[in-house]
């Protein structure tokens, strides 16, 4: 039974349980036979970039996956804005105005930091029990409450070979002097000039769970005094997990019948590394499957894993020297 992740680059046009179904399909081909298998967060079909798929032991990580921050590229064309936001709806307001560079530059600071944002009618969110966007094809008029969200960083599409000049940008930065950076996106064209008007522009934004980039390019758009939509929309990184992590789904489908699944496995504990390890003993490791809590500890307070060696044990809270359980592995070869 494999544990761990493999880090798909969904592809235009499949949707995330689309993509957990092949990644089942790929473990029953690889002769695995029946394989848990989650999705680290929803990524619309019209969307495309990091997709985990945890196998295993690992799926008890996809709900801290969905808790994670996000980094997305995404381009706003300017001048229509449609129902749904994307390119898949109808044109419901439209607009002369294109903005500048420099007037994007002078209001992008409005949108960093906590902010307040109106979801898409056309979303998940559950209205009186309904999903929204249930209601808003039925032609119902859909009113979501405005939350609040935080956008930590929101900068232009680097230049091929540049970063964004910022350090600590949650993986905003190009990869390589070559510009062979997983952010350059053919529909991102070339940086805008200074005094151009633009007709569409592409950003860079990581941001915490709940933030809707649809929304978020409405509203530039109409604080630049236009309107717009998202034409291209492509998650760059998830939690711990960056597109240079990423596999294309023909690449996942050669793992059914080729080279073996362990070729772009992730271990269980990738998807750990933004926290502490604490280093079990093998008593501890045996309180701990236990379900026990860990006392005497000088593990600073906050969420950590548990290890046994380099065998992962536990998700386990530290509050005032005591560890307890979040979630048990239930892994091979750990001190019994």
């Not at 690889?30 to 970039?49: N, R, S, Y």
């Amino acid at each position: 039974m494999p544990h761990g992740w493999i880090i798909l680059d969904k592809p235009h046009g499949l949707g995330s349980t689309q993509a957990v179904a092949a990644v089942k399909r790929v473990c029953r081909q690889a002769g695995l036979g029946k394989v848990k298998v989650g999705h680290g967060g929803t990524l619309d079909p019209l969307a495309t970039g990091v997709l985990p798929i945890a196998l295993g032991e690992a799926t008890k990580l996809t709900g801290r996956m969905l808790d994670a921050s996000k980094v997305y590229a995404f381009t706003i064309a300017f001048g229509t804005e449609t129902d749904t936001l994307d390119l898949e709806g109808q044109v419901i307001a439209e607009s002369p105005v294109r903005p500048s560079r420099t007037e994007v530059e002078a209001i992008l600071p409005r949108f960093t930091g906590p902010i307040q944002q109106v979801p898409p009618a056309y979303s998940a969110i559950k209205v009186d029990g309904e999903r929204a966007y249930d209601l808003a094809r039925a032609g119902e008029a859909v009113e979501l409450k405005s939350r609040e969200v935080t956008v930590y960083q929101i900068n232009f599409l680097p230049e091929p070979g540049r970063g964004t000049g910022e350090a600590g940008g949650g993986g905003l930065a190009a990869d390589s002097a070559s510009g062979d950076s997983p952010l350059h996106h053919p529909a991102g064209g070339p940086p805008p000039r200074d005094g151009e008007d633009l007709a569409e522009l592409t950003l860079v934004a990581h941001v915490s769970k709940g933030t809707y980039i649809r929304s978020l390019a409405r509203d530039i758009a109409k604080a630049l005094g236009t309107v717009g939509h998202v034409t291209m929309l492509r998650r760059i990184k998830a939690g711990p997990f960056g597109i240079e992590q990423a596999i294309s789904l023909d690449k996942l489908n050669e793992v059914a019948n080729g080279p073996q699944l362990e070729n772009v496995l992730l271990p269980l504990e990738a998807g750990l590394v933004d926290i502490p390890a604490l280093n079990l003993g093998p008593e501890q490791a045996r309180a701990v499957r236990q379900g026990r809590v860990l006392t005497g500890l000088s593990q600073d307070d906050g969420l950590c894993w548990a290890r046994a060696g380099n065998i992962p044990v536990a998700l386990m809270e530290v509050s005032s020297g005591e560890a307890t359980v979040v979630r048990g592995f239930n892994l091979p070869d750990v001190a019994e």
